[in-house]
């Protein structure tokens, strides 16, 4: 059974930080691209960072500077660490994981970020 299980979000000032982070069972980890995506209410979902089985990473404009991603292949967790929080990084955050060797994608459950200005 594939579990991505998100953990450590919650409210913050603006200019706080979070860390964010995905537990995942079930799969070969280290094989996967894993992403953090965001939804925002009344906003389509958004890739805001990703990194590759080969640690190569990716950012959403928006969030480039501020935010990192990284992963750790023993643990089989990813994490997101989001500094100088803005009231527009609030939304529900989810985790994905995907491969094309064969094809899968899985989802987490989300974890909402409330940034207050």
């Known amino acids: 059974q594939v579990q991505l299980v998100e953990s450590g979000g919650g409210s913050v000032q603006a200019g706080g930080s979070l860390r964010l982070s995905c537990a995942v069972s079930?799969?070969?980890?280290?094989?996967?691209?894993m992403g953090w995506y965001r939804q925002a209410p009344g906003k389509q979902r958004e890739l805001v960072a990703a990194i590759t089985r080969g640690s190569s990473t990716r950012y959403a404009d928006s969030v480039k500077g501020r935010f990192t991603i990284s992963r750790d292949n023993v643990e089989k967790t990813v994490y997101l660490q989001m500094n100088s929080l803005k009231p527009e990084d609030t939304a529900v955050y989810y985790c994905n994981a995907n491969t094309n060797l064969p094809v899968r994608d899985y989802w987490g459950q989300g974890t909402q970020v409330t940034v207050s200005s």
């Open positions: 079930g799969i070969r980890f280290s094989i996967y691209d």
